[in-house]
DNA sequence: CGACCACGGTGGTCAATACCACTTTTGAAA
DNA sequence: TTTCAAAAGTGGTATTGACCACCGTGGTCG
C-alpha cells in the first residue's frame, strides 16, 4: 500500500479558522462586530457550519457574543475567569501579579495509607514531598505541599523548581503531561506552621486547596495540598442563568 | 397573508432531541452505550447533525462521554458540578439533598452608603433586607442575607418566602427575571450569631459569598450574603488542561 | 416632520451527504 | 487453535443548501 499523504490533520478548518477569529479580535476593540458568519465563510474558504462550530467555541470561552439579528462581538474581557487554571504561576499573572516561588523542602517518605489511596500507590511506594512558598508580588499568597511518585521524577532536585513551572518541567524532561484534574475547595483556618510561613494571624481565614492530576492516560501524577491566604486571594465567579430546561427531572 | 401555522419554534428539534436522549439515560445505567449517532437520528427522525448537537450538550455537560470508534456512553455522574449555581434550592437538589429554608427576619432600612453602592441607589433608598436560614436534608447548611430595593418588591412578607424560591417569586409575582450575577468567595469564620445560628462552634471556618444579580436590562435586582458551613459545604472543580494553544498571547 | 413598515442582513436551526480516523469485530489464514 | 488483517461500525469533521426569527434601517406615507 502506498504511503499516499494521507496523514491527520493535526489542524482541522475549525481549529484554523478560531485561530484566524482570534487574530482578528486582537485587532478590534471591546464591542466591536466581527464579520457575518457568512462572510467569514466566504473569506477564510470554509463552510459556514465550521465558522459557526469555531465561533461556538469563543463564545462559550466569553471572547464574544451573539446579538441575533445584529451580529458577532468583541465582548467585556470575561470578569470571572474560569476557575479551571492550571498553574498557581497562570493565576496569578491572569490577576495581574508576578509570581515567584521558593523551596521550602524536598524529602522522599513512603506513601503510606491515606497518600497511597490518593496516588493509587502502594503505601510503601517511595513519594517525594515538596513543600514551596507560593509569593506573588513579592508577598506570601500560599503554602503549596505536592506530593509526587519518586520513580516518575528520578533525580529532580529543589534547584530545578526555582524557575520553571513543575508543570514545564514535568513535561520538558520527564515527558508528562497533565491533562486532567478534580479539585476540591473548602474553608479553614491556617495553623501554626502555616501562618509563621505565610506570615498572618494563627487561625487567619484561607481556602484549602486539594488537587489530583493526572495523564491522558488516567495515570495519577501528582497529589497537592494548598494553603491560600484569605485576605490576598478570592474566588470570583460569573453566574449566568441557563434558560430553557426550568428544572431537571430527577427520579 | 394567510396565518400559516409558521409559530416560533419553542422547544427545537434539538432541545426536544436533548430530552429524548436524557430519557433515555435515566434507563440505562452509568457506563452503558447509547444508540449511535446515526441510530439515534434515525430512530427520533432527525439528522445527525441535529444529534450531535444534542449530545454535544449533554457530553459538555458531563452526563455522556464519547469514545471515537467505540461508541457514546453514559458516564459517571458528574463529580465536578459547576460552580455557575443559580440557586440554594437547585444546588442542593444537585448535591442529592433536601433544600428548606426559615426566615429569620425581614425588615426595611435605608440603603446606607456601603450597600447602596452595591446596589446602585441612592443611600436613603428604602431596602428590605431578609435573613434566612438554609437547610439541607433538616440540617442547618448555610445563613443567608438578600438585600433588594423595596420598590421592587412591594408587599412581600416573610410567608411568601417559605415555599416557593426566591427567584421564582420574583419571576411570578413581581416579573422580575435574573438574568447574570457576579460573586466573590471567600474563606472566613463564623461570628457568635453566626455560629449559634448554625449551631456550630465559634470561629468554625466557613465560606462567605457575596453575589449580585441583575436583569438582562443590567438593572441591580439584589445583593446576598451568604455563609455556608465549612464542614458541610464543599466546592468541587474540575481542571482540564486545554489542548492546543500553549499559551494566549497578551499584549 | 414624525410614525410606520417592509426589506436586507444576521444569527439559529436543520437536512442530507461525504469522507476520515479510530475501535471493535470477524473471519480467514497460519 | 492462534494470529492477524480486513471489514464494519463509530465518532470527528466538513460542505452545501435551505428556512426561520430577529434586528436595524431606510424609505414611504400620513
Sequence with gaps: MIDSAVRAPVVTKQSETRERVLDLIEQLAVGDAIPSERQLGTDLGVSRLTVRAALDDLVREGLLVRRRGSGTF???????????????????????????SRTLGLRTVPAGAHLGRLLKVSPSEPVVVITRLRLADRETMAIETLHVRESLIPGLNAGDL????????????????????????????????????????????????ERTTQTRAGEIVEHVRSIYRGDRYRLVTELNRREGRPGRRFA
Excluded at 162 to 191: C, D, H, K, M, W
Excluded at 201 to 208: D, G, R, T, V, Y
Design 74 to 100: 468583541v465582548s467585556e474581557p470575561k470578569i470571572a475567569q474560569e476557575l479551571t487554571m492550571t498553574s498557581f504561576t497562570e493565576d496569578m499573572r491572569r490577576r495581574g501579579m508576578v509570581p515567584a
Design 162 to 209: 526555582e524557575q520553571r513551572s513543575f508543570y514545564e518541567l514535568l513535561e520538558q524532561r520527564y515527558g508528562i503531561v497533565i491533562a486532567s484534574g478534580i479539585q476540591t475547595i473548602e474553608p479553614t483556618v491556617t495553623n501554626e506552621e502555616e501562618s509563621s510561613a505565610l506570615g498572618v494571624p494563627l487561625h487567619s481565614p484561607a481556602f484549602l486547596f
